[in-house]
């Protein structure tokens, strides 16, 4: 395939299948395929630019020459179980194990969205990887899986990885909750999650496979990983907004 034709598919927008992708998603917002559907669609060069910036970074450049799986280390309940409480890798093992969950689901969910026409080694293992490390962000930033904190979680993300599919979810998101919920201030928690994806070191240059039996608190703080405290008092202070999500 020539250069040319490379570009164009990994670069062109589609409408059509963003729409279609949306309308199911609102006939069932449980639906996660959806959502990847939605990104897919709509994000152009979006991993492009991320290989390019991971090939700027000395640790970003080591990752890309090896390419560590880390789907398969998220999956193992008996390891990430045994790290020292505290740790990211236990803290990773009580949030997403501990509600039956697995790295696996995100693989599944992304199954048939993605399409990889067009894309070189690097892309194709950069793409997989920041879908797999969407629930580590979760334990990082502290935000939870409740509607809430997915939505404020996606505005950190596209601040660390600016992306168009991710972006018009969140305006889709905010919309609904300003008309189920209007004593929400949405506006506040998504610029919270701005600032926390402003804040924190850029998540797709680390080997987190190293960083796993390390304190969660101690790399919160060495990597400016600052609590949502907008969202947690929200979530202490007015649970039934999270009843009614």
Do not use: C
Not at 119 to 133: K, Q
């Amino acid at each position: 395939m020539n250069s040319l034709k490379r570009i164009f598919l990994r670069k062109r927008i589609k409408p059509i299948g963003a729409l279609l992708a949306v309308r199911a998603l609102l006939r069932d917002p449980d639906d996660t395929s959806q959502v990847f559907k939605v990104i897919e669609a709509l994000s152009g060069d979006v991993i492009g630019q991320t290989v390019r910036r991971l090939l700027d970074d000395k640790s970003g450049r080591e990752l890309l020459a090896s390419k560590p799986n880390i789907v398969t280390l998220l999956n193992n309940r008996a390891q990430l179980s045994a790290m020292p409480t505290g740790s990211i890798g236990h803290t990773y093992y009580q949030f997403v194990h501990g509600q039956n969950l697995s790295a696996d689901g995100l693989v599944a969910s992304s199954a048939g969205s993605r399409n990889n026409q067009g894309f070189t080694a690097n892309e194709r293992w950069t793409g997989d990887r920041l879908r797999d490390i969407h629930d580590l962000q979760h334990v990082l930033t502290g935000y939870g899986r409740d509607p809430l904190g997915e939505l404020s979680l996606l505005s950190f993300m596209t601040t660390q990885v600016p992306n168009r599919g991710i972006n018009f979810i969140i305006k889709m998101g905010k919309r609904k909750f300003q008309q189920e919920m209007p004593a929400l201030d949405i506006d506040s928690l998504i610029l919270e999650g701005k600032h926390l994806g402003q804040q924190a070191a850029w998540m797709p240059a680390i080997r987190w496979e190293e960083r796993l039996t390390e304190p969660l608190e101690d790399v919160r703080a060495e990597l400016g990983f600052i609590a949502p405290k907008k969202y947690l008092n929200t979530k202490m202070n007015q649970p039934e907004l999270f009843a009614a999500a």
